[in-house]
């Protein structure tokens, strides 16, 4: 396995201890007629609503666990704008999450066949017909600190600027990702916007009139398909190339709804 620093630049960090993009938010005006996603009833919308308990983003982490690190992190600053580093969950979260194997990182079972690729990898079975041998840094440990900071500045300046501007999505600049569609059920999985829906999440728990329904749309420049459907797993690459069997496909995309 490689080692896992992410360090981040001096400049990355400086970009968002002057809370740089607040500056692209004067003047924003606020989304109106999107309609909620349904999924017995799919249009051609790309951008609508979802309801904040049908997200998932990093690895399957669902924003309602009750563990999820930059969900947690985010609550902790609501709390306490000076937290330090050291203090955060995020912080203690890298150095006691530390997956070997994919199938760790997913919390599958002992016997799929994930638990033979690197947690570093990229692989999907609904997209990658087999371990792509990309790297993935992903959320979990080791990370070199200036990851932490990174993040816990750029969870602040969300809080910041929520509270200065209000919400307000632009077709431009949204939380984007792709459906997984389970029979009578969905989630979005978030492709860009993790650190908002972890701060827009935490809000809605201190108050839950607040933030309810999210607007979203369809990743289509990093994903060329916009929803997956549980009932055509035999078609998906992984499974119809052969290297992952029904099951354990399954289990990785199941692995987002808990």
């Not at 982490?61 to 203090?87: E, M, R, W």
């Not at 890298?94 to 799929?112: C, I, M, R, V």
Request: net charge positive; proline share 3%; charged share 25%.
């Amino acid at each position: 396995m490689k080692d896992i620093l992410d360090k981040k630049s001096v400049k990355e960090i400086r970009i968002h201890q002057i809370n740089y993009y607040q500056k692209f938010l004067f003047n924003r005006k606020s989304l109106s007629n999107i309609k909620m996603f349904n999924f017995s009833k799919i249009n051609n919308d790309t951008i609508f609503k979802v309801n904040i308990h049908k997200i998932s983003g990093y690895e399957g982490h669902y924003y309602f666990s009750g563990s999820n690190p930059l969900v947690k992190t985010a609550q902790q600053i609501l709390n306490n704008s000076n937290l330090k580093l050291n203090d955060s969950y995020l912080f203690k979260y890298y150095q006691q999450f530390q997956p070997k194997t994919y199938g760790e990182l997913y919390y599958l079972k002992k016997e799929n066949k994930l638990h033979q690729i690197e947690s570093t990898n990229i692989f999907h079975p609904w997209f990658h017909s087999k371990p792509t041998n990309q790297f993935n840094c992903g959320l979990f440990g080791p990370k070199d600190n200036s990851n932490v900071l990174h993040r816990m500045l750029r969870i602040k300046n969300i809080i910041t600027n929520i509270s200065k501007f209000g919400y307000k999505p632009t077709p431009n600049d949204m939380i984007e990702g792709y459906i997984l569609l389970k029979k009578n059920d969905y989630r979005f999985v978030i492709t860009a916007g993790h650190h908002r829906v972890a701060v827009l999440t935490a809000i809605f728990m201190k108050d839950n009139s607040k933030f309810n329904n999210l607007i979203v749309k369809y990743d289509i420049t990093r994903i060329k398909i916009k929803i997956v459907r549980e009932c055509e797993v035999n078609e998906w690459p992984g499974v119809l190339s052969g290297y992952l069997n029904r099951k354990d496909a399954l289990e990785i995309f199941h692995s987002y709804f808990s």
